[in-house]
């Protein structure tokens, strides 16, 4: 069993800064994958940054210099800092991660509950 908490979200002024984090707990053997997805009103939810195990970080152009996705393995943490941010950016985020929880080394999906995320105009 897989338990995922994120935090981090609020309301933020157009140009401001927010920093999500998601901790996962639980039996966990390893995490390969860590990312961000986001979902507007009206839109499909899109992937917004990704990273591996061995910190290979990968963003959507929107968000390139602006986003940093960064992890703390032995914690089993990700995390999203923000900057410069713009009504656009206005989203339910979800963290992701794969996770294997057994030594037979097969991976599943596991998401986060989402956090709100609104930057005024």
């Known amino acids: 069993q897989v338990h995922m908490v994120e935090s981090g979200g609020g309301l933020v002024e157009n140009g401001g800064s927010l920093r999500l984090s998601c901790a996962a707990s639980?039996?966990?053997?390893?995490?390969?994958?860590m990312g961000w997805h986001r979902q507007a009103p009206g839109k499909q939810r899109e992937l917004v940054a990704t990273?591996?195990?061995?910190?290979?970080?990968k963003y959507t152009n929107s968000v390139k210099g602006r986003f940093t996705i960064s992890t703390e393995l032995a914690k089993n943490t990700v995390y999203l800092q923000m900057n410069s941010l713009k009504p656009e950016d206005t989203a339910v985020y979800y963290c992701?991660?794969?996770?294997?929880?057994?030594?037979?080394?097969?991976?599943?999906?596991?998401w986060g509950q989402g956090t709100q995320v609104t930057v005024s105009s």
């Open positions: 990273t591996t195990n061995d910190g290979d970080p």
């Open positions: 992701t991660m794969l996770i294997s929880t057994s030594t037979e080394g097969s991976f599943s999906r596991y």
């Open positions: 639980g039996d966990i053997v390893s995490i390969t994958v």
